[in-house]
Every structure is written in structure tokens, then in C-alpha cells.
């Protein structure tokens, strides 16, 4: 154990994901369980730089496992990208004792995580919290499975209206630069086609999908399109499969935000759980500047210069079940 860790901070900050609040929860409480104080920082850098910093107990995280968002509130950070912010938020942290953080969160919040302790050397861990499963070194981001059941649900949804009035239709979902929101709620929700950024399929390949179902009457199909798409969103593809053919009746679903809310499930509650608990037992063997993650079912911490240089990417094999079960 480091035993000069006294104070623990903690905070979200980026995107919200189901499951942030779980993770508070076990950062909290592994922090109390090892003696330490804990503080919550609110909305992410912006609350560190103003000090909105509130001291908290293990009671403070009670009934808050099942709840999405995040208690501690998050935001996206202009100033901390200065030094002059950064310096502003050390500042408040001192100010409070907290010689130490834990930052649960996406690539952004990473880098400034990073450079906070590069320049005042304070012990830092990354917990990825993100829906979009875009981070290397964690098979796994918290709020990844949640984002991708609740496409998966309204794909079927979907499905049922596209069945009844004969309908093409195309679901746009959320998942930034990343494929794996699409390909993972497209095979489950057995889509017709994927579009993702880590595929080379083009329009042509697309619309050679489609056009069959000229033949064959199958007016009713759902083409899962991820927003990173680089052929263009849901909206564009179904314009232009549009101007090509008149025989489908298309429709655009775009997700939205809709997949960032709601209950974290079960994978979800237990991996913040572990990474909560494995982010504090990280620091106080002396862990810094990594992130923890899931690898192969055990958890790992990856330094910050390995893990900021790397890419998730998507399994091969998803993408070659992909085509074959779309047939
Ligand atoms: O990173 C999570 C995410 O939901 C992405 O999938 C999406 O591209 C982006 O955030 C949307 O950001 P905002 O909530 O700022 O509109």
C-alpha cells in the first residue's frame, strides 16, 4: 500500500454512460473500505476548476447502482485545455487535500487526466466509462452493453412497423468514430445490412443488398447505420437509395441520445463494480497514469501512452457473422 494517499477525488466527465453512477458508487466505498477520504467532483474539469467539490460518504452512494446518468453530473472542458486551467484546477484540489483522482470517462477526459499528472505529478486512474467501446486496452467500456440493448430494442420495435406497412428503414445509432454499437445491435437485431467506419463497404455494396428485394417483392428490411459512417448517415444513404429506386417505401430512425439513458444492466452494474474497486486498489499499490480495464475477463492497467496510441477494433470474425447471417 502507498500510505501517503489521504484523499480520493472522483468525477465523470464527457459523455454520460449507464453505469457511471455504479462506478462512483464502488470508487466511493473502496476508498472508505481502505480508510481513505473521498470527494466528488461535479461536472467533470469545469466543477475542478471552480472547486465545486463536495466531500462524500458511503452513504452518499446508496440507491444510486440502478440509476443512469451520473450523480456527479458531467461536461465537456474548453478552459482545463489551457494551462491556465489546469493550473486553476490543481489549485482547488490542493485547496481540498485531494492528492490523488480517479476519472471515469472517455479519451478526452483521459488526456487531461494525463497531463494533470504530468505537470503536478499526482497519482491518477482512468476508468473507461463511454458507450461507444471505443478505448484500447478494456474488451469493455461501461454503458457499451446498456447503449447496445437499448438499440437493440428499438431495432425490434422497428422491425415490427417495417414488417407491417412493407417499409425500408434506416436506424442510425450512436458510437462516435466507433463501429461497435452498429455491428453488435445490428447482428442481434438481425439487420438486412451494417454500415459501419471500419468496413470498406461503399453505396454500390449497399444498394446490392438492397436491390434483390426488387426481385423477390422484400420491401421490408432495417439497415443499421453507425453515425461514424463513412458513406454517409442513415439520412443521406436512404436519400440516395432513394433517387435510385422508387420501389421502397424508406424511413430514418436516428437514436440519439436515447442510448446514453436508462437503467445500466447487470454487465454493466457488475464491470463498474470491479473497475470501481480495482481503480482504488490500483492507487493505493501505487498504479498511476493508466486505466484500468477488462482484458480476457481479468482486469488490467494499461499505461496512458499505450492505450491513448491504440484502437478498439472490431473483431473480424462479427464482421464476416455479420454478412453471412444478412443474406
Ligand atoms: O461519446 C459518447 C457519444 O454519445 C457519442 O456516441 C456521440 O457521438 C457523442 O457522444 C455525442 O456527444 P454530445 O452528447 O456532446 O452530443
Known amino acids: 500500500m502507498v500510505a501517503d494517499i489521504k484523499k480520493i477525488g ?19 466505498r473502496a476508498s472508505i473500505y481502505y480508510k481513505k477520504e473521498v470527494y466528488g467532483i461535479m461536472r467533470g474539469y469545469e466543477g475542478m476548476i471552480e472547486g465545486d467539490i463536495v466531500k462524500l460518504g458511503a452513504r452518499s452512494v446508496g440507491n444510486i447502482i440502478q440509476r443512469g446518468g451520473t450523480i456527479l453530473k458531467s461536461a465537456r472542458s474548453q478552459h482545463f485545455r489551457t494551462p491556465e486551467g489546469r493550473k486553476q484546477a490543481f489549485e482547488q484540489l490542493k485547496k481540498h487535500g485531494i492528492d ?18 504530468q505537470e503536478f505529478n499526482l497519482p491518477v486512474v482512468c476508468i473507461p466509462g463511454t458507450i461507444d467501446n471505443d ?7 461501461i454503458g457499451y452493453d446498456t447503449a447496445t440493448n437499448t438499440a437493440v430494442e428499438a431495432i425490434d420495435k422497428i422491425r415490427d412497423t417495417a414488417l407491417s406497412h412493407n417499409r425500408l428503414f434506416f436506424v442510425e445509432v450512436m458510437g462516435r468514430h466507433s463501429g461497435y454499437i452498429a455491428i453488435n445491435s445490428g447482428i442481434a437485431g438481425g439487420a438486412g445490412a451494417i454500415i459501419i467506419p471500419e468496413d470498406g463497404m461503399s453505396f454500390e455494396d449497399l444498394y446490392a443488398i438492397l436491390k434483390p428485394g426488387q426481385e423477390t417483392a422484400k420491401k421490408s428490411n432495417v439497415v443499421v447505420v453507425a453515425e461514424g459512417s463513412k458513406i454517409g448517415g442513415a439520412l443521406e444513404l436512404a436519400r440516395k437509395v432513394a433517387e435510385r429506386s422508387s420501389y421502397f417505401d424508406i424511413k430514418v430512425t436516428i437514436l440519439g441520445h436515447l442510448q446514453r439513458g436508462g437503467a445500466p444492466t447487470y454487465f454493466d452494474r457488475v464491470l463498474a463494480s470491479k473497475l470501481g474497486v480495482a481503480a482504488v486498489e490500483g492507487l493505493l499499490k501505487g498504479q498511476t497514469d493508466v486505466m484500468v480495464g477488462i482484458q480476457k475477463g481479468e482486469i488490467t ?18 464482421l464476416r457473422i455479420a454478412k453471412i447471417l444478412s443474406i
Open 301 to 318: 492497467y494499461t499505461p496512458f501512452d499505450v492505450f491513448a496510441k491504440g484502437t478498439h477494433a472490431i473483431n473480424e470474425d462479427d
Open 10 to 28: 472522483v468525477f465523470t466527465s464527457g459523455g454520460d454512460a449507464p453505469g457511471m453512477n455504479a462506478a462512483i458508487r464502488a470508487v466511493v
Open 135 to 141: 478505448i484500447a486496452g478494456t474488451d469493455y467500456t
Open 100 to 117: 490523488a483522482l480517479v476519472a471515469i470517462g472517455g479519451d478526452g477526459t483521459f488526456t487531461g487526466l494525463h497531463l494533470l499528472h
